[in-house]
């Protein structure tokens, strides 16, 4: 896909669903106008928060571990790619340049994401990702609203008014 088809976002924060109590990752374009929540385990929230808030652990956690890996084969992690949504499941893609050459690795979006950081690599978001989260829609006072375009601050307002079996995500 052209770049052209994608968004470069940042990790706008962290936070956890009121209701079923399961962080989210909240990606942010640059200019604040798109946000795309996306719902992650506990224990990939705490890779990215602790990278976030500069955490320096005693012994090296899995992605500290795959940055080591990575810099000791005199690779760089180029960008990731939030690439699809599918039956309520992200996909990613890890781009890796190892001297002249472009590995791709298939990844779950809350590990690219948290590598990223450690990289300080771009996180790429392909359009149709975007698109088809906004399907996700709240009934507010009898409109449609498109959720893909909702401020950070309201996002904690929308989800309480949401019951558990709104939330389609699988994990």
Not at 77 to 101: C, H, M, P, S, W
Not at 121 to 133: D, G, M, Q, R, Y
Request: aromatic residues 6%; hydrophobic residues 40%.
């Amino acid at each position: 896909m052209g770049r052209d088809n994608f968004i470069q976002m940042t990790v706008g924060g962290l936070t956890l669903d009121p209701v079923t109590k399961t962080p989210i990752v909240i990606l942010k374009d640059p200019d604040n106008k798109l946000n795309l929540p996306i719902w992650i385990g506990l224990l990939e929230a705490t890779a990215m928060a602790t990278e976030l808030e500069g955490i320096k652990m005693a012994r090296p956690m899995t992605h500290d571990l795959l940055k080591r890996v990575i810099g000791d084969l005199d690779a760089t992690v180029e960008r990731i790619e939030v690439t699809d949504l599918k039956d309520n499941t992200y996909f990613a893609l890890i781009y890796l340049q190892i001297g002249d050459r472009e590995l791709t690795i298939d990844s779950r979006p809350s590990d690219a994401i948290s590598l990223a950081l450690r990289t300080k690599s771009p996180i790429w978001v392909a359009k149709k990702v975007l698109e088809a989260s906004s399907v996700l829609q709240q009934m507010e006072e009898g409109k449609e609203q498109n959720l893909s375009n909702v401020s950070r601050d309201k996002w904690a307002e929308i989800l309480e008014k949401m019951a558990p079996e709104d939330f389609k995500y699988k994990m």
